[in-house]
C-alpha cells in the first residue's frame, strides 16, 4: 500500500534478454514485452530492491530483465 508514499523504480529502463525464435524476435518491438514488479506491500521511506517479472505473449523459450532486481525509491509524495 502506497498511500503517502511515492515508490520509484531505479533504472527506469531495462534491457530484456530472449532466447528462441530469432524470426519473431526480429519483428517484435519493446511494446511486445512488459516488465512488472509488484508494488502491492506495505512500503516505508528509503530504498529497498525488487524483483521484476518480464511478461509477454509471444511464443519464445526464454526471456528475463536486466537487471533482474531493480532499486526503488521510497518517498513522501510530493503534491
Known sequence: ??????VVPLPSKVKV???????ILAEAGAEDFEVEIDFDKEWQPGTEEVRATVKTKLNISY?????AKFQVLVQKKRN
Open 63 to 67: 526471456v528475463e530483465s536486466r537487471p
Open 1 to 6: 500500500n502506497t498511500g503517502n508514499y511515492q
Open 17 to 23: 534478454y530472449v532466447k528462441g525464435g530469432e524470426k
